[in-house]
């Protein structure tokens, strides 16, 4: 059996992602692996479709025992023997786990690192007896095992010796997150021969990034999760404390959440993350010890309520949302206090050096926070990824940013630092400024020229315009405990009035335009019955069963019977089998009951990629649009067109207003006359730079094609 057939077979997916395909061939030619992907990027198949593959067992290092659990169900629904082996285990159930291993009937184990080489154990030699040998070793997070990472864990340092123990056996390191150092350093620590390393982007493409000031931020909060009721997320809070407390404010309201934390007992945790993954509970309100591993696909949105201490963890935590690709968020809010909260847990007690790679970090978390610029491109530039300037789903860029002549606010505020010798914080300066009469400032400070200069300003202003002035390279904190503000190479030429600076007056954050599969919500709430059903009966959580792009594309294309069940993502052979005709059911009843039949034919494959010698990229962008117009005038719909091309439906309108524009094809094939002069006024009043204003100003009558379409038309016209 190929790779390619297995993936189909067992996991349901005809075409494999990211680095995935080249990183299999690797191991299954006998070498040694590090793989960099993103959280949600696939890194488990890597390792776990090899296994299938290879005569052996392969035996997968897991720091928790949450996600060994989670990924050994996942693995028997799809038809692939696995188990693993821990302390919430009784004797006889581990017992029936060595007979079956004795027997050659588990292709995957899943360990800790403590109980393959804790003091006395005796598995190494068990499992070097086998009578079918190891055949691959996975290490999952392995940057657990450097100090350099964010979550080191000392008991993955025993696996140093995994080499002397394995000798000829192929090893797979896989980690979402580690900079060039823990690299290195993981390489180092695990003496890995000669391995090919694979990095994948490290870019979530479908996750918006937001920032907001951490003011009234539990109202802001209830306005979020009021505009996503039926979703599951994750609230990250500093402290066990808030967790419960936020979780009981929120249940207050009607919401079902949760709490989550290292001080909870054992049996409540289990229950509380049970309860999550099963969708009984929609929010869990956690600290940083919930989460890794935790495969949950649909969670659509991941909220930090406080500062994280590092990016690494924050990228962790928010590629926990939409791991099943759909549209998901990821809110953070932020307050320059939390920096100076924060110096304290993370310096760590007697280790000077371990404490300043911690700061740094943190420094880095805060510069991300207090960004002017593309949150995304400094995500990537951090993991060492170049990025284009604008990404077009963060809160910078999907901003309209009104900015003013903000020079004399920063002459106010430099010579404010500068009269003040450079020897104070933030919150001391803006006092000064607003010439506070408390008795903090200093007596001698209220003679200068400067006290009271920003009395105009508001503190929460103020706190803004500094934080913009530091990301604008005016000014800097300095490191250390407690931050002071100080002048910069480029304070001088402001202070001399040689130097114009551009602050931000008002920033309006655009909703994303997201377009959807037109599928039937009817027929999709019938199926998630359908797989809730099933669950339970398998007693594991639904998402296991199938995930809800799955369940998406069923009620999109229709398919009427278990050949074109086959083409629907996640469905292998075992699945088909299992519980095919229990999800064709609904399926063939709606599509009767609706006079509906069967789309699988518009199912988009990826195509070839022809030779980039065949013709000139002018041509092929021509001919792409034209092939779009050329399907619309056989009287398609955008929708089945974009389904049929494999295209966004974003995509196939900016084609045809292409043709619009050229006067290839009339506006009033894309738009009712009667819309015609609603759109022109807004475009007239308002300009046409951006269509999120537009279409807030239209309406929902009014379609992002349709404005396009409109605007194509005047420009053809003018």
């Not at 993954?277 to 919930?290: G, P, S, Y």
């Not at 993370?346 to 926070?369: F, P």
């Not at 304070?491 to 997201?514: C, F, M, N």
Request: aromatic share 8%; net charge neutral; charged share 25%.
């Amino acid at each position: 059996m190929t790779p390619t057939q297995a993936l189909q077979k067992y996991f349901g997916y005809s075409e494999f992602r990211h680095e995935q395909e080249a990183i299999i061939n690797t191991v299954l030619s006998g070498g040694d692996v590090m793989a960099l992907m993103p959280t949600g990027g696939g890194k488990s198949l890597c390792y776990q479709l090899p296994a299938v593959l290879l005569e052996g067992l392969t035996i997968v290092i897991s720091p928790l025992i949450a996600l060994m659990k989670d990924q050994v169900d996942a693995l028997n629904l799809a038809g692939i023997p696995a188990a693993f082996l821990n302390s919430s285990q009784s004797t006889g159930e581990q017992n029936e786990i060595i007979a079956k291993l004795n027997k050659n009937h588990i292709k995957l184990l899943y360990l800790a690192p403590e109980r393959l080489f804790g003091s006395g154990s005796k598995l190494v030699d068990f499992l070097r007896s086998l009578p079918v040998p190891v055949s691959q070793i996975a290490i999952d997070e392995a940057h657990c095992i450097s100090h350099w990472g964010h979550d080191f864990r000392p008991e993955y340092l025993m696996l140093a010796g995994l080499k002397d123990h394995f000798p000829n056996i192929p090893v797979i390191a896989l980690t979402a997150t580690a900079d060039k150092q823990t690299r290195q350093d993981i390489l180092d620590k695990l003496d890995l021969k000669s391995p090919a390393i694979f990095v994948s982007s490290f870019n979530r493409a479908n996750i918006t990034y937001r920032v907001n000031p951490k003011r009234n931020s539990f109202d802001q909060l209830l306005d979020f999760l009021n505009e996503r009721k039926d979703e599951s997320g994750i609230i990250y809070c500093l402290s066990r404390k808030s967790t419960e407390s936020l979780a009981d404010s929120l249940r207050a309201r009607g919401y079902a959440a949760d709490a989550y934390h290292a001080g909870l007992d054992n049996g409540t945790k289990a229950k509380n993350q049970e309860a999550f993954l099963r969708d009984e509970v929609k929010i869990m309100v956690a600290t940083v010890a919930f989460g890794m591993g935790i495969n949950k696909s649909n969670v659509r949105y991941v909220v930090h309520m406080d500062l994280p201490k590092n990016i690494e963890g924050y990228y962790q935590e928010t590629g926990r949302a939409g791991r099943d690709g759909l549209a998901s968020s990821a809110l953070l809010f932020y307050s320059p206090g939390d920096v100076i909260k924060l110096k304290g847990f993370v310096a760590v007690e007697g280790d000077a050096e371990q404490t300043q790679i911690m700061l740094q970090k943190l420094d880095d978390m805060a510069r991300y926070a207090a960004l002017p610029t593309c949150r995304r491109k400094y995500l990537l530039n951090y993991f060492d990824e170049p990025a284009p300037d604008h990404c077009g789903n963060c809160d910078i860029c999907l901003s309209e940013i009104t900015k003013f002549d903000g020079t004399l606010i920063a002459q106010k505020a430099l010579s404010a630092v500068s009269r003040l010798k450079e020897r104070f914080g933030a919150g001391y300066v803006i006092d000064f400024l607003r010439g506070s009469k408390n008795e903090k400032i200093r007596p001698e400070h209220k003679e200068l020229k400067t006290y009271g200069v920003g009395a105009n300003v508001s503190k929460a202003d103020w706190q803004r315009y500094l934080r913009e002035l530091a990301a604008l390279g005016y000014l800097q904190f300095s490191d250390g405990e407690y931050p002071v503000l100080q002048l910069t190479a480029k304070s001088e030429a402001v202070l001399k009035g040689q130097e114009k600076v551009e602050l931000i007056a008002t920033q309006t954050i655009e909703t994303l335009a997201t377009e959807e599969l037109p599928f039937e919500n009817e027929l999709l709430e019938r199926l998630k019955t359908v797989r809730r059903d099933i669950a339970v009966l398998e007693n594991v959580p639904a998402y296991l069963i199938l995930s809800d792009v799955a369940l998406i594309e069923m009620a999109t294309y229709l398919p009427q019977n278990l050949n074109e069940l086959r083409l629907i993502s996640g469905f292998g052979d075992v699945k088909l089998a299992r519980y095919g005709r229990e999800f064709l059911l609904p399926i063939t009843t709606y599509t009767a009951e609706h006079g509906l039949s069967s789309k699988i034919n518009l199912k988009g494959h990826k195509r070839e990629r022809k030779p980039k010698t065949e013709k000139p990229a002018t041509s092929r962008s021509a001919d792409t649009k034209r092939d779009s117009l050329l399907l619309f005038r056989q009287n398609k719909s955008i929708a089945d067109i974009a389904a049929e091309r494999g295209l966004s439906v974003t995509t196939i309108e900016s084609h045809l207003a292409h043709f619009v524009a050229l006067g290839e094809l009339d506006v009033l094939a894309m738009v009712p006359e009667v819309k015609i002069p609603a759109i022109k006024d807004a475009v007239e009043s308002y300009g046409a730079e951006r269509l999120a204003p537009l279409k807030e100003v239209l309406g929902a009558d009014y379609s992002y094609g349709e404005i396009k379409a409109v605007l194509a038309w005047m420009n053809r016209n003018e």
